[in-house]
């Protein structure tokens, strides 16, 4: 997982979380109804520093994740998931002011999603769910955009409970061409 994903660790409440959840195994908030990220181009991780920022950080050249598709300048992208009480979620993602190497590519997006829940046999239990499929959109004059009324897979999304994103991807084909993120502008 990348350095700005565990700093921004989202967590999402998804279900109808009521007076029942002060009787939970596990603590909760008593609101977290919705997630909204930014999207960034995606780059490879520094793993054998090479250069150093001036404040003395060792640093790796900068290398994107699908050297073809991603962001041009003035380009952005939003992913915004809403809980729908216990039927799962909505979600959407927008993505503007692409390459031309997105043009008329299919990119798909993927959440890997931590679920706690009371849902095991009277025990709290986390589980992991990597790659849970959030839909696709093809990229048409620079726009990639999806909205996803309510999906509900995994099945324990639908339970009261707590429900960390700990990575947002899009990938055009096996490429990660983009994830959630920040970018800081001078």
Not at 17 to 41: C, F, G, I
Not at 147 to 164: D, M, Q, R, Y
Request: proline share 5%; hydrophobic share 35%.
């Amino acid at each position: 997982m990348n350095r700005i994903a565990r700093g921004i660790l989202v967590t999402a409440t998804v279900g109808g979380l009521s007076a029942s959840a002060a009787l939970a195994l596990h603590n909760e908030p008593q609101t977290a109804k919705a997630v909204k990220v930014s999207v960034v181009t995606a780059y490879e991780p520094c793993t054998s520093p090479t250069l150093t920022t001036g404040t003395g950080d060792a640093a790796c050249p900068a290398v994107r994740s699908d050297p073809v598709c991603g962001f041009k300048g003035g380009g952005h992208g939003l992913m915004y998931a809403r809980t729908k009480s216990a039927t799962g979620w909505a979600v959407k993602i927008v993505l503007l002011g692409l390459d031309q190497g997105c043009e008329g590519q299919t990119i798909h997006f993927y959440a890997t999603l931590r679920s706690t829940t009371d849902d095991c046999g009277g025990t709290a239990c986390t589980v992991d769910f990597p790659n849970v499929d959030l839909g696709s959109c093809t990229v048409k004059k620079g726009f990639c955009g999806l909205s996803t009324p309510v999906f509900a897979n995994p099945a324990l999304i639908t339970k009261p409970g707590g429900v960390e994103m700990t990575d947002l991807v899009g990938k055009r084909g096996s490429l990660t061409s983009f994830r959630h993120g920040i970018v800081t502008r001078f």
